[in-house]
């Protein structure tokens, strides 16, 4: 089960992984199926990869091998290809890659900041002494509306950004975002009553819909090939970073009067400087590219364009001959790309054969990967463990503190062990645990109400599960199961079922609480788990 699939979070197509195979002339027959998807056997529907290549090829092979190169490189979610240079290693120096990939990944950094300031903010704000409010007081359903408000804004975001983002680019796709992300504190940390709040975190949750899509292409498409896998991982990092800076903040303001304020806001300097920087950077060429293909200016004029864009990203001198040569070289691929998308088939497609068995697994994950309860022990992790003895608002929020540490290490270890072990084993492990973590927080809410320390454990043990198994190898095999032709389309349903069972779990888990208890919810959870 051996793969050259970088893993995170999100999904990492094949082709952006630092170390992927250079496509060996000869290849086992086992290798084209126990591996991540050849997409040149999926092309040909059959084990050629058994066939050596031949010592001369005709021009016409020659074409059909340069759009199968092409459609290797064509794996993220239907857009184009991420590879500026050939398949040889570029020289390039660490001090220019590392600001354009540090402010798009800010857009992460912001995304995993919401998950973590949520779960400090839920106790703030609902607190008669420490909200600062008249309406604290909130029911099961309001507070269900304040935690996934921005969920149901990065749903809608990512709905509308599949239709604007070649017109946008990813450049301005980002500095959009992060304005989104500063509106979006802004209102919410200075709202006046509970509809100002709301229209905050919808606001907030557009920016993180739009920078999920952005940052990982913009990325892919500007850093040098070598190291694309490594930084699409750290970008996915950034997002846990996120989460465990939003816990160190809750647990700091958490006895401030009107401290939910100050969680929300501190997210505002953070979008500035993402803003800003995004704004010193240049277009990423591979999009000016697309958009001379497209037919949307002078051909020259974007190529142009598209070399100074590189040379100031590769710290050149402006129109040097190494940048020339591989915006000619991107430009052949790009037009490549772009005919093989005008020629692909219609949306239904999808629903039909071996792309809806895909369809159904690729799916099932990601909606069991919330259904099992992820949303609501991240969003209400200070809250769980207030009721569950830690009472004090400031201990609830510090042991959040510890629970994001222990994220990140599972995290790190995810991505480290996912290749030796193998996704199914992992995925098995991993979600038995879940099953035991939550039965063990049912069992603590129904008779082990005396002993906290089961909650914290539980707890640990259902994030450390989490993160060996539904979070990054769901992601990791809906990128790899999908035949070729449609998967741009089968990833976008995906992300889609994702972003919106998120939001339905987050917004319907205090309103059952409060309907089921906690003891019969948590129960429920390790049922599906189970399932």
Partial sequence: MASTVSVQSHFIPRFLHPNRSKSPKRRTFSSCFNSSPDPFCLLLKEPTCLISEPRSITKQHQRFRTRVRTRREFADGGEEPGSLASDASEAFSWSSVIIPFLFPALGGLLFGYDIGATSGATISLQSPELSGTAWFNLSPVQLGLVVSGSLYGALFGSLLVYGIADFLGRRR???????????????TACAPDLGI????????????????HGAPLYIAETCPSQIRGTLISLKELFIVLGILLGYFVGSFTIDVVGGWRYMY???????????LGMWSLPPSPRW?????????????EYKDRAMLALSKLRGRPPGDKMSEKQINDALLSVKSAYEDEQSGGNFLEVFQGPNLKALIIGGGLVLFQQITGQPSVLYYAGSILQSAGFSAAADATRVSVIVGLFKLLMTWI?????????????????????????????AYYKFLGGFPLVAVA?????????????????????????????????ISLAVLTNFGSNAAVTFAFSPLKELLGAENLFLLFGAVALV
């Fill in 458 to 490: 539980a707890l640990l043990l259902y994030v450390g599960c989490y993160q060996i198994s539904f979070g990054p190898i769901s992601w990791l095999m809906v990128s790899e199961i999908f035949p070729l032709r449609t998967r741009g389309k089968g």
């Fill in 265 to 275: 806001g501190v997210g505002s300097p953070v979008a500035l400087l993402m803003g």
């Fill in 288 to 300: 000016l590219l697309l958009r001379a293909v497209q037919g949307k200016g002078s051909l020259q």
């Fill in 173 to 187: 796709e980002l500095i959009i975002a992060a304005v989104l992300y500063l509106l979006g504190s802004l209102v």
């Fill in 414 to 442: 995810a991505v480290a062990k996912v290749d030796d072990i193998g996704r199914r084993p992992l995925l098995i492990g991993g979600v038995s645990g879940i099953a035991l973590s939550l039965f063990l927080l049912s």
């Fill in 197 to 212: 709040l709301l229209f905050g975190r919808l606001l907030y949750g557009l920016g993180i819909g739009m920078a999920m």
